[in-house]
């Protein structure tokens, strides 16, 4: 798939805004992902980080933009961006649930946990994917 237009189009400006939304929402799932490895500890780290700098963003918003702008800014891309990291977050729980279950007595079936973060892990990366897509392309009509 290629972008084609005349020089000066700004199909490089695109790319570029395109690929710098998917990085940083990436990094911010993989954060979010990590939480594996500190029995989701870094999870609610980054989930309470993330919301925090969202909402000042929100809010040094309101001082130029009314309020459904803001929302028309943020709701299009949202409604997959959001879903993409929550399901990033919860994955990062992963080792909770399986101590939790070990201590229940329950019987583990490892195959079924592996299958579970696979799946999870490549819905967040799809949604997240999804997001920036509209984002770049989407939102920008949304404004308008």
């Known amino acids: ?51 925090i700098v969202i909402g000042n963003a929100v809010m040094s918003s309101t001082h130029f933009l009314t309020w459904h702008e803001i929302l028309f800014r943020i709701i299009p891309h949202g409604l997959f961006e959001i879903p993409g990291i929550i399901i990033a977050a919860t994955i990062g729980f992963f080792p ?8 229940k007595g329950k019987r583990i079936k490892f195959k079924y946990y592996f299958i579970q973060l696979f799946i999870l892990s490549c819905l967040s990366v799809i949604l997240i ?5 509209i984002e770049s392309y989407i939102t920008d009509y949304f404004v308008r």
Do not use: H
């Not at 020089?7 to 990094?27: A, C, E, R």
């Not at 909770?96 to 201590?103: C, G, Q, R, S, W």
């Not at 994917?129 to 897509?133: D, M, Q, Y």
């Open 96 to 103: 909770m649930k399986l101590i939790i279950d070990l201590l």
């Open 1 to 51: 798939m290629g972008i084609v237009g005349p020089n000066g189009s700004g199909k490089t400006t695109t790319l570029q805004m395109i690929t710098g939304i998917v990085k940083n929402n990436l990094l911010a799932a993989i954060n979010l992902i990590s939480g594996l490895f500190t029995f989701g500890l870094f999870s609610i780290l980054s989930l309470g980080f993330n919301g």
């Open 129 to 133: 994917l999804i997001a920036a897509f």
